[in-house]
């Protein structure tokens, strides 16, 4: 399921990720980044929404070296984890951390996965290193099930700007990313934005969205899973004595 992403990147096509970028997302400081700001601020607009992933199909895409992947399992502990990236050594990496989840390689622009096979999707980092990102995100809406989650952060133009001029990389300068562009492009692609949150001082956008079904507004959506989980005559009534 090897894939070629095309995004190119420090002026090497294929390559969707430099070598600077890439020691600094696989080293100590970014996961330690991940689990106390990144995902805590997931974590907590789940928890707002009243969102549970415990019986979720859950998607990581573009799982780099697999901390995501370890802290959603942590974190969630979801029925069924899958992770993809793009770059075969950071498969290799997220697979050696023994994560219970089928960890793959593939192309967030071209995901082999069955349409609403996933219940949630985290989409960390990912898009703005893709030429082809709104292909990827309708791919991410593809295969999310009608009113199914997807936990998305990614940096505006400021960021990218001092990426570029940090570490020369220039893949996602061609291709019109920025948050603005990506909140229209989630509109598009049936994509409702539920909370947006500012992460790392505004330089990136942490998203919750939910996949709409048709012009039910995000919030209705999140209102009808939690109606769901009180469909049970057992629930009914546990949900009674908390309230009595
Ligand atoms: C900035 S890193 C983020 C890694 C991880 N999600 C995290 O937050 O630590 C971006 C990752 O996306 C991967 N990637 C880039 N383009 C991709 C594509 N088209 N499909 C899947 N993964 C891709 C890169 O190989 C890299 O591991």
């Not at 942590?74 to 089928?102: H, I, K, S, Y």
């Not at 985290?122 to 709104?134: D, I, Q």
């Not at 990614?154 to 020369?168: N, S």
């Not at 039910?216 to 949900?239: G, K, Q, Y």
Request: with cysteine.
């Amino acid at each position: 399921m090897s894939q070629d992403s095309g995004s190119g990147g420090e002026g090497q096509p294929g390559t969707p990720i430099g070598p600077g970028e890439l020691r600094i997302m696989n080293s100590r400081a970014r996961e330690l980044l991940l689990k106390y700001w990144d995902f805590r601020l997931f974590d907590g607009a789940m928890r707002r929404h009243g969102i549970d992933l415990s019986d979720a199909v859950v998607l990581d895409a573009g799982c780099g070296s697999g901390y995501s992947t370890s802290l959603i399992w942590e974190m969630f502990r979801p029925r069924e984890l899958l992770a993809c990236d793009v770059v075969p050594e950071q498969v290799e990496r997220a697979r050696a951390r023994g994560v219970p989840a089928t960890v793959f390689v593939g192309d967030i622009t071209s995901l082999h996965l069955a349409d609403h096979y996933c219940d949630a999707a985290f989409v960390l980092g990912v898009l703005h290193h893709c030429s082809n990102w709104r292909e990827g995100l309708a791919q991410i809406a593809r295969v999310l099930r009608d009113g199914g989650v997807l936990l998305l952060e990614e940096p505006d133009k400021q960021h990218i700007a001092l990426e570029r001029a940090l570490l020369g990389w220039t893949s996602t300068c061609d291709s019109g990313f920025n948050l603005e562009a990506l909140r229209q492009e989630l509109a598009r692609v049936g994509l409702g934005i539920i909370e947006e949150r500012p992460l790392y001082f505004g330089l990136f956008g942490s998203f919750l969205c939910t996949k709409m079904t048709g012009h039910t507004p995000p919030e209705h959506i999140v209102a009808r899973r939690l109606l769901r989980t009180f469909s049970t005559a057992s629930d009914m009534a546990a949900s009674h004595e908390v309230r009595t």
